[in-house]
């Protein structure tokens, strides 16, 4: 007699909400939705330089590439430190090896053309993973937490606390989890 029908995220918030004190924090968050997204992004991309993710031309082209790129490292729970660490040694990687180098015409003993893109787009990725940072932080300063947050923090929720997932086994039986 009693269904409860909620989104995915809203199900997860709605128990961290219940159990944010086992996150480390002394209040709970609150949900960062579409909106703030876009406005803390801009507020981020406004308060800092940025050598290539913010073109003067189109201040919000790489919005969603950002957000995308952010999605994926939390989903695939990789550090900002080991994704730049990664990217670094790439960055080596292509510098050291001999099929970079053009050996023949004007640019004969320098970097290929689409190497030197390639190195580019490393770089923009470098940027991206500071903003990456930066975001983070101003999300902790203002206790935001986005929709990766949420899937990660009830996990860890679950895994990590006995009463939680007492709490769950007893008030619902089932869990439908649909087009996930």
């Known amino acids: 007699s009693k269904v409860t029908v909620s989104t995915f995220h809203s199900f997860a918030f709605t128990l961290i909400e219940s159990y ?13 939705d579409e909106d703030g997204a876009v406005s803390l992004v801009d507020q981020i991309l406004e308060e800092n330089d940025w050598e290539y993710i913010r ?15 952010i999605s994926f490292l939390k989903r695939e729970q990789i550090t900002s430190d080991v994704f730049q660490s990664e990217i ?23 970097l290929k053309k689409e190497i030197e893109k390639k190195i580019e787009g490393l770089y923009r990725t470098l940027e991206a993973v500071r903003f990456y940072d930066l975001y983070e932080v101003k999300k902790k300063e203002n206790n935001f937490y986005d929709y990766d947050d949420v899937l990660t923090a009830l996990v860890r929720i679950v895994n990590d606390s006995e009463e939680a997932r007492n709490y769950i086994k007893e008030n619902y039986l089932y869990v439908l989890v649909d087009e996930h």
């Not at 040694?89 to 320098?110: C, L, N, Y």
């Open 20 to 32: 944010y004190t086992l996150l480390g924090l002394s209040v709970a968050p609150t949900l960062l």
């Open 88 to 110: 670094k040694e790439e960055i080596k990687h292509i510098e050291s090896d001999p099929a970079s180098i053009s050996s023949r015409g004007e640019s004969k003993g320098k």
């Open 55 to 69: 073109p003067r031309s189109d201040t919000s082209r790489y919005f969603n590439d950002l957000k995308s790129l």
